[in-house]
């Protein structure tokens, strides 16, 4: 039984390589994927990941590409609490 930390990552992976590093189940990936909301490729009949294209990916999705500013997040106020009658 290979370990997690034991495995390394490529720069192509197949669906079960790439859920584990993106963090998402292997359905939720495949569904993606065939939607096209992730850069992903065919090779056979099998999906393929490359790593360097999801990360960038990721940067697009999350605002961290060289010309977007990030977004300060402010936390919500709390709505006040009854008093007791």
């Known amino acids: 039984m290979r370990s997690a930390a034991a495995e390394t990552l490529r720069e192509v992976m197949d669906i079960r390589q790439a ?6 189940s292997s359905d939720t990936l495949y569904r993606y994927a065939s939607e096209g909301f992730v850069p992903a490729f065919k090779l056979g009949n099998r999906w393929r990941f490359k790593k360097s294209l999801l990360d960038s990916w990721m940067d697009r999705q999350s605002g961290v590409a060289a010309n977007v500013a990030p977004v300060e997040v402010q936390p919500r106020a709390k709505k006040p609490v009854r008093a007791a009658q």
């Open 19 to 24: 859920a584990g590093y993106l963090g998402i």
